[in-house]
């Protein structure tokens, strides 16, 4: 079973900040908070990831709470082409855990509307 | 950047067949994951292998086998083939069992 918890879809006007929500309350002291999405039928993709500091790419923002337990993905100008299914995964990383495979939950379907 | 590469994309099967779906990773990874989802699904875990030998292994049916050849290539075999079995399948490479990197897929059809 997934150890992550995202509300089931959202939406987000274009051009402004998608904030996504994920609970991982259970998150061990070596797991990584890691963020996919799936554009429909595509293959998932690689967004960011983060152990317990803040993360910033070209992609996107991860925000990480001091606890652990929950973090937020943020993409901070939203366009239509953001449209997906965004999963929140937790996994032991880098080299610690073996060639695990991901464990995807439902995921949070984000709309952009236009 | 290169990227992984799945072959073929499409694929058109007849229930009892046998169907080979094959995965170039990324140039530098040693690692190999399979994933498997089905219609309405998520992607789910089937099995990996780094370095060559099987690492972790998630609901892959026992019809179903995998391996990672020498030059890190990796096939995955799919006998006696049911209507259930159709599905997009992904597989992801990485460099030393970190970040995972998906393939563009192939859809598989059994009629």
């Known amino acids: 079973d997934a150890k992550t918890t995202q509300p089931p879809s959202m939406d987000c006007a274009e051009g402004r900040a998608a904030n996504l929500p994920c609970n991982h309350s259970t998150i061990s002291g070596n797991e990584y908070v890691y963020w996919y999405r799936q554009i429909h039928s595509q293959g998932p993709q690689y967004i960011i990831h983060?152990?317990?500091n803040n993360e910033t790419n070209e992609m996107a923002s991860l925000i990480i709470t001091e606890d652990r337990k929950s973090s937020t993905l943020i993409l901070p100008h939203a366009t239509l082409r953001d449209t997906a299914v965004y999963y929140c995964i937790v996994r032991v990383g880098n080299s610690g855990g073996g060639a695990d495979g991901l464990t995807f939950g439902k995921g949070t379907h984000l709309i952009i509307q236009p | 950047a290169a990227g992984v590469i799945q072959s073929p994309r499409h694929l058109i099967k007849e229930k009892r067949e046998t169907a080979t779906l094959k995965c170039y990773p990324i140039p530098r990874h040693d690692t190999v994951y399979w994933y498997q989802q089905g219609p309405g699904q998520d992607p789910q875990f089937l099995i990996s292998?780094?370095?060559?030998?099987?690492?972790d292994k998630g609901s892959i049916p026992d019809r179903f086998s995998a391996q990672q050849f020498s030059d890190y290539h990796s096939e995955l075999n799919m006998s006696s083939l049911e209507l259930g079995d159709s599905a997009l399948y992904f597989c992801?490479?990485?460099?030393?069992?970190?970040?995972?990197?998906f393939g563009p897929g192939t859809r598989l059809l059994v009629l």
């Open positions: 983060g152990l317990k």
């Open positions: 292998f780094y370095e060559k030998m099987q690492s």
């Open positions: 992801a490479s990485s460099r030393n069992e970190e970040t995972q990197y």
